[in-house]
């Protein structure tokens, strides 16, 4: 067996390993069964990595003989993406059809949905972060693996979608999957239906055509499942409904209008108290997209990601918040946070949406900041100014060494875009010390920026001043801001930014110096 993107000899594990790590196929060993075989969990030994893996011990019925085998080894060994359960080898000895993955310590999302107490303890943010993982794992599916096909799924269910022990979504079972030119714009192939039911396209089912869109769908009655906690198999019934499927209640309500308060019966009851409902809502909006039977109608996969990337945003602002959001509709939050800050995490931490272009904006305030001897009552004070949307902000009473640096998740900003950074500030009437040259740091995933001359205050007996030097601009809300430096942020990138102002000169007593906090805009 061979590909042309990796030696498959190089992952082929002896039969006599495979039969040591799962105790002869022993049912203790057992995580798993279905039509494709039976699934054992175990340990290789001979394998360098001896983390635990998943050994999935193939039907023969269930296969259409060694070439299906080698198509699906060929194909599961050429996944390179993190919400792609990871390949660890084979073994095909004896007649044994065998594929061995990484083992995901948490079960599959249906387990966690079916299972009452791991629902319960299943926020409604961790259930949108694996619907995010999914959604990006589809993503790289259709965009191409490798450098000439692309992967359609067949077979998207909540069983297929493995959580790891950080509880990230990993799409496995690639069975029933198939390929399609890279450089063909239309997926569609024509094929004998194959799938899980209560998850199949209607569309595929009823003419035999499969696309990329087919998938769509399924990660539709995924997503419903994730909000609703019901599953697409098992019939439903309420006091004033029949029985349906949930399926069937979905369109009830959104297409028939058949449910009164029929949104507040597909909230999954163990978390309905934890959700926003503008979060909710979006997410559910893009999920009933999903379903729909007009197949032009579905929704991009980059769509459904940005919209659930969007519903986590707007869940965790609003948990953050430190006062009550007051508003009706998603573009009424929308309105007020482009038009007002929030503070967040006790107060400490600044939240706006830039009006032009949507991204998110933040501040830290001094007291999310390190500022050097910030503690120490006989150089620092803290204080309240009217003009601060903080609570208090640091006030420099007399000092010869100046540092102030913060950081913050990457995460927490908007992606694809160049952020600028800004320390934020005032001077009091008898402040002295700012007209000496400081130097400033922006760092983030091994790219940093260092600008040197940096000016808090213009010497009165300097009138000439260098191309290179940086100045402190006035803002419209009355304070000061000085540029840091700037970053790029772009998908993929993880990790902390590092922000810091650093004025050592030793020579130099500094006082009157009043820091509201750092600032992070969109360029």
């Known amino acids: 067996m061979s590909s042309s993107q990796v030696n498959l000899e190089d992952f082929r594990i002896p039969l ?10 022993s049912r203790k060993n057992q995580v798993g069964e279905g039509g494709f075989g039976t699934v054992y969990r175990g340990q ?14 193939l039907d023969p019925k269930a296969y259409q003989g060694t070439n299906q085998f080698t198509k699906e080894v ?6 390179n993406h993190p919400n792609i359960i990871p390949f660890v080898g084979y073994c095909d000895d004896a007649n044994e059809k065998i594929i061995v993955f990484k083992y995901a310590s948490n079960s599959s999302l249906e387990q966690n949905l079916c299972d009452p107490e791991k629902r319960r303890c299943l926020t409604w943010e961790q259930r949108l972060k694996i619907c995010l993982g999914a959604a990006r794992g589809i993503k790289y599916l259709h965009s191409g693996v490798g450098e000439h096909s692309r992967v359609i799924h067949r077979d998207l269910k909540s069983a297929n979608i ?4 950080n509880m990230e979504a990993n799409i496995c079972d690639f069975g029933l999957s198939r390929r399609s030119p890279r450089n063909q714009q239309d997926t569609r192939v024509c094929t004998r239906p194959c799938g ?14 499969l696309s990329k869109e087919s998938d769509i769908y399924s990660f539709g009655v995924i997503m419903f499942e994730v909000s609703s906690g019901m599953m697409a198999y098992n019939e439903w019934r309420f006091e004033d409904t029949k029985e349906l499927y949930l399926i069937g209640h ?8 058949g449910l009164v308060d029929g949104l507040d019966r ?6 309905k108290d934890q959700i926003d409902m503008s979060s909710f809502e979006k997410f559910n909006k893009i999920a009933h997209e999903c379903i729909n039977l007009d197949v032009s109608k579905r929704p991009t996969v980059d769509r459904i990601i940005n919209t ?14 430190v006062s009550p959001l007051d508003f009706g509709s998603i573009n009424q939050l929308y309105f007020c946070l482009s038009n007002t800050h929030i503070l967040l995490d006790r107060g400490y931490l600044s939240f706006q949406l830039d009006k032009e272009s949507g991204k998110k904006c933040y501040m830290l305030g001094g007291k999310e900041l390190y500022i050097a001897l910030q503690d120490d009552n006989e150089y620092r004070k803290w204080g309240h100014i009217a003009e601060s949307r903080f609570a208090e902000v640091c006030i420099l009473k007399k000092v010869c060494w100046l540092e102030i640096r913060g950081k913050i998740a990457s995460v927490m900003l908007s992606q694809n875009n160049t952020y600028v950074v800004y320390l934020v500030y005032q001077t009091t009437s008898d402040s002295h010390g700012h007209s000496v040259p400081a130097t400033t740091m922006v760092s983030f995933c091994g790219i940093g920026m260092v600008t040197e001359n940096v000016y808090l205050q213009k010497s009165e007996a300097s009138e000439i001043w260098k191309e290179n030097y940086v100045f402190p601009q006035r803002r419209k809300d009355g304070w000061m801001e000085i540029k840091l430096g700037e970053f790029e942020y772009n998908d993929g990138d993880n990790g902390e930014v590092e922000m810091a102002y650093v004025e050592n000169n030793w020579g130099h007593w500094k006082k009157g110096l009043i820091v509201e906090g750092i600032e992070l805009r969109p360029k």
Do not use: C
């Not at 290789?44 to 011990?57: D, G, N, Q, T």
């Not at 979905?250 to 209008?257: E, K, L, M, P, T």
């Open 16 to 25: 006599e390993a495979i039969i040591r790590a799962t105790k002869d196929f």
């Open 44 to 57: 290789v030994s001979e394998h360098p990595k001896k983390y635990l893996v998943a050994i999935k011990r």
């Open 74 to 79: 060929n194909l599961v060994s050429s996944f």
């Open 162 to 165: 493995l959580l790891d022990e």
């Open 196 to 209: 899980t039911s209560f998850y199949m396209d209607p569309v595929y089912k009823e003419r035999g055509t």
């Open 250 to 257: 979905v369109r009830s309500y959104y297409d028939d209008g």
């Open 266 to 271: 597909l909230i999954d009851s163990t978390i």
């Open 308 to 321: 659930i990337v969007e519903a986590l945003n707007i869940q965790k602002i609003i948990a953050r918040a």
